[in-house]
């Protein structure tokens, strides 16, 4: 069975500075899609970017960026010139190519941007 | 264009009480989801719909049913309720079940 760790429970950065969430899974599949969702406090999920395992280049949206490294099994999330708006929880999440009926979730990362 | 609406937003059940949960989108997407969200944990997936007539068990289907009422909207019933049931609800949908998830607000329920 597939699984995701987010080891950091709680992060902080400064506004206007860079950050990196971490995110590990573990997978026998060779073909699957990972994702970071934010959870501001209105509990919304909001999806921030999205990568498939079939490319090598790492997904970009705006200030977010990914570093994937397949053979590693990890999936970082950056957040540049960091906003108070960016204050969230954190959710990596992977889904299988095969098996496409679930998101599988990890446990999530607390990030505070202080002023 | 709201995207995935669920009501209510907060429901307080006492032990034995049954309710349902609503989800409706307007996005025309054919695959939806019920997903909980537990105290230091991701979501987990109760039960999913991949097309309109269809529903199958997620992670953590027991003390639920559902109902897939048409395209547009996607029932979540708890028949019996238990504290253990006392979580954050979501639902999600997609294009199809190989697209990305868009998810409603969410749910309190505390059952007492």
């Known amino acids: 069975a597939q699984t995701v760790t987010q080891s950091q429970p709680e992060m902080s950065v400064q506004e206007a500075e860079t950050v990196t969430l971490s995110c590990t899974y573990d997978?026998?599949?060779?073909?699957?899609?990972l994702f970071w969702y934010k959870q501001p406090p209105s509990r919304q999920m909001i999806l921030v970017i999205r990568?498939?395992?079939?490319?090598?280049q790492n997904a970009t949206e705006n200030r977010f960026s990914v570093n994937f490294q397949k053979a590693a099994k990890s999936f970082s999330l950056k957040i540049s010139d960091s906003q108070l708006g960016d204050a969230a929880m954190y959710f990596c999440a992977y889904r299988s190519a095969f098996n496409t009926d679930k998101l599988i979730f990890g446990t999530g990362t607390r990030l505070q941007v202080f002023p | 264009n709201a995207g995935v609406t669920q009501t209510p937003k907060f429901q307080v059940l006492k032990t034995g009480q049954s309710m349902t949960l609503q989800c409706a989108q307007d996005m025309n997407h054919n695959s939806m989801y019920w997903y909980r969200q537990d105290p230091g944990m991701g979501l987990r997936l109760i039960y999913y719909?991949?097309?309109?007539?269809?529903?199958d068990k997620g992670e953590v289907p027991n003390g639920y049913n559902v109902s897939r009422l048409n395209k547009r909207e996607f029932s979540l019933r708890l028949e019996s309720a238990a504290p253990s049931q006392t979580s954050v609800y979501f639902c999600?949908?997609?294009?199809?079940?190989?697209?990305?998830?868009?998810f409603g607000p969410g749910t309190r329920l505390t059952v007492l």
């Open positions: 997978t026998s599949e060779s073909d699957y899609y």
């Open positions: 990568q498939e395992a079939y490319k090598q």
């Open positions: 719909s991949a097309s309109e007539g269809t529903t």
């Open positions: 999600a949908s997609s294009v199809l079940t190989v697209d990305t998830q868009y």
